[in-house]
């Protein structure tokens, strides 16, 4: 049995991880996997490469693959003792007997239907006949469609739309055989709605937050032989039943019983129970999980891991969908058609289909945010809280829905706020603790001053700069703000080239600020040199076809530098990676460490650099900009209604040092990097040596304080036993 099994992974799983070479799992893969298979909600944190993916996907794809096993063979989770089902002693509502896309909680008073398409019901697990008069209240507990009474077990789910079924809706009509009239007055959020049956009269009526509507329907002498159960039926909606079981906020009048409370005499059991039932058919376009990245990159890169996971896993395969935006949607949503099991996307593409209604969320089991803190980052915390309230908080066979967090740290006060909000007692894995730079990671900051740095004058005619000074006056002999920050834009690619340089690199991550940076710069490395600075580009405005084949391009080391902006720098795994240069400090402090992490890792040294402007620079920003920077040559400030700010980054690289708790080092311009004494020769891309001329020296130089410190040492003991003897002999 494989260390994978013993966690519960099945053994079709594990062999599909045995033939990757991924025989042992990893820390944070050993203590979340487990705990997703058991039902629970996760939040963990852990350095990029250390697993993560493998974490949520391999629990995921096990617990997708054994519903559709039961699904295929016709079977419903069997009821625990106590739980839901016809045979409970308590009344509550049938998880057997139900719209695929309607939630029972596992007490069986709380149903929730969240698909805002169509209307999904249910009924209780026990009827009453004969004769009686009963009562159970309803309390609307999220707003939706609603519309609860009584049917008999010869009506459809769909309330009030068959002779047999009598419903009374929110919007103040009752209904019976898809004949709808007004009756009483509409209702909605925290609303109580009273439902009496009154089988010796023969009347259904209904009642407001205690408040008697009056009689709705003379039952028909012949329906009056059936068995009534409390039936409701819900679109994108929530409702709470209380049977008797707890005080009812508005007591009925005399004579009306309890449901639970009702003579065994008059009680009937549902014969839709655990034994017999039969799912119904999910829909093809709702899945079980959906897996939101914040990059079409990181998205793709989660679906490759999901194929090969799902190896061996066969008869029923499990469906997956990579839905990204740049490509056919039609081919996306014929996919959803044929019918998908695990959605893996980004929150554009997403949200347009679900919008739309092509994606359907009511059958989710598993909501994962992978790079969360990424995504609240880039403004997508409203859509996330859209998604998780349009999704079912119970799944088809009465499991709470799981909630899956990767970040990058969990100290990120918004991604704590969210889980907090969101997730049900998560269990937080957090193998990274605070922000920190690695040891294998050698980062060092050189500061760009056009004032000191006059070579710009000169350089003017072949640099292409980011235009956001079009309009500006522009003097070689000033030094206004306009002029020294364009300056700074010149001097940048010309640093860039002295980096690659001077550390002879052969293969880097070039990071720039914005979309137009990158491609500016791309032309600038191409024309000092035709394959000399071979590069690509990667960033959203390129096509997901040519950013997935510059990526390949550059792992396979047909370029030798990835421009990209910091869509790049989250999760993407790049082997052996030795170096990055930031062109321009990210905007978002935690970012620097995504960026500079990309080296220094499995135990291999990496130099990072970065290019800081010493004075402020105008640049783009396009918050508000209906196109989202597309054909804009709006240079203006934003407080003026334009689309620039000033950056600053020496402030910027204050508040890195600050969250870091560091200084970091600055070079001169001419890019050297001093070797610390006691790291010896570093050849940055391979292991760190553990040994060297220089970490001899320091050995040497410490022994004698070492040698002093034993001596020391040994006085110290031999008085304390001499003290030991002398207090011995001294009480004799």
Known sequence: MTAFEEMGVMPEIGKAVEEMDWSLPTDVQAEAIPMILGGGDVLMAAETGSGKTGAFCLPILQIVHETLITQREGKSTKAPKGKSGGSSSKWKMNMFDRGDAMAIDPDGVLCQARDPQGWHGTRSNKSVAGQGRYYYEATVTDEGLCRVGWSTDRATLDLGTCKFGYGFGGTGKKSNGKQFDSYGEPFGMNDTIGCFLDLDRGEIRWSKNGIDLGKGYDLPKHILQDQFFAAVVLKNAEMQFNFGDKPFKYPPQAGYTALCKAASTCVVESRILAASAVNAKPAPNAPQAIIIEPSRELAEQTLTQLQKFKKHVKNPEVRELLIIGGVSAKEQVDCLERGVDIVCGTPGRLEDLISTGKLALHQIRFFVLDECDGLLSQGYGDLINRLHQQIPKVTNDGKRLQMIVCSATLHSFDVKKMAERLMHFPTWIDLKGADAVPETVHHVVCMVDPKKDTRWKTMQTYIQTDGVHAKDRINTESNSPETLSEAVKILKGEYCIRALEEHKMDKALIFCRTKLDCDNLEVYLNQMGVGKYSCVCLHGDRKPAERKANLQKFKD??????????????????????????????????????????????????????????????????????????????????????????????????????????????????????????????????????????????????????????????????????????KKFATR
């Open 557 to 726: 080391g047909k370029v030798r530098f990835l421009i990209c902006t910091d869509v790049a720098a989250r999760g993407i795994d790049v082997r052996g990676l030795p170096y990055v240069i930031n062109v321009t400090l990210p905007d978002e402090k935690q970012n620097y460490i995504h960026r500079i992490g990309r080296v220094g890792r499995a135990e291999r040294m990496g130099l990072a650099v970065s290019l800081v402007s010493s004075v402020k620079e105008k640049v783009w920003y396009h918050s508000n900009c209906s196109n989202r920077g597309r054909g804009c040559y709006n240079t203006r400030l934003t407080d003026e209604g334009g689309c620039c700010i000033w950056y600053n980054e020496p402030q910027l690289k204050n508040d890195v040092e600050e969250h870091l708790d560091i200084t970091i080092d600055h070079v001169e311009p001419d890019l050297k990097v001093p070797i610390n004494e006691f790291d010896g020769k570093v050849v940055y891309g391979q292991r760190k040596k553990a040994s060297g001329s220089a970490y001899h020296g320091h050995v040497q130089f410490l022994a004698p304080t070492v040698a002093e410190l034993a001596q020391l040492e040994k006085r110290a003991q031999s008085s304390f036993i001499d003290m030991k003897f002398k």
